[in-house]
């Protein structure tokens, strides 16, 4: 079975810094197209960053531009979300996503369960 599983949210001070994992499990992880979207009470659903399965390309909205990076080590299945100079608006539950088609404009079919992060002023 597929298995995305997020870990590294916790509480951080407004400034500070946090690193998000996602490990997968049960794709063939070195071909799928990764993303991280957050939800929050103020914003709903909302797209971060993703990074296509070849590493060299990325996206970021345009709020966490220069703040946030994503990357991947396909060694270890694992996608990352480094967050910098957090602020109380990037508190959300921070989701994990796969799209296995490894294309352009392909679907995220799967899913973690999120991981909470809460920046505090």
């Known amino acids: 079975q597929v298995q995305l599983v997020e870990s590294g949210g916790g509480l951080v001070q407004a400034g500070g810094s946090l690193r998000l994992s996602c490990a997968a499990s049960?794709?063939?992880?070195?071909?799928?197209?990764m993303a991280w979207f957050r939800q929050s009470p103020g914003k709903g659903r909302e797209f971060v960053a993703d990074?296509?399965?070849?590493?060299?390309?990325?996206y970021y909205t345009e709020s966490v531009k220069g703040r946030f990076v994503i990357s991947r080590d396909n060694a270890k299945n694992t996608v990352y979300l480094q967050m910098n100079s957090l602020k109380a608006e990037d508190t959300a539950v921070y989701y994990c996503?796969?799209?296995?088609?490894?294309?352009?404009?392909?679907?995220?079919?799967?899913w973690g369960q999120g991981t909470q992060v809460n920046v505090s002023s």
């Open positions: 049960g794709l063939t992880f070195s071909r799928c197209n």
């Open positions: 990074i296509r399965w070849s590493g060299g390309g990325t």
């Open positions: 996503a796969a799209d296995p088609t490894g294309r352009p404009g392909g679907p995220y079919g799967y």
